[in-house]
């Protein structure tokens, strides 16, 4: 999987990005352009989220305060 931005089609998220080596998932959000790195996220989640019929959903519901989170931008 590349460590480029994949563009969202969700009303709360932009883009996101994995990277399989330090398990960082990184998202952008729409509403304030901020951008988070959450750590130690398994490969299996992101592409679940990828999948989501809704990927804001998705981080909401499994990726929000489960993971350790860091706003970087």
Do not use: W
């Amino acid at each position: 999987m590349s460590n480029e931005f994949i563009p969202i089609e969700s009303k709360m998220l932009k883009e996101a990005k994995y990277d399989p080596i330090t398990l960082t998932l990184t998202v952008r959000f729409k509403t304030n352009n901020s951008l988070y790195e959450l750590y130690d996220v398994p490969k299996f989640v992101f592409e679940a989220m990828l999948a989501a019929e809704s990927c804001g959903s998705y981080y909401h519901n499994h990726l929000k305060h489960k993971y350790r989170t860091q706003r970087i931008e």
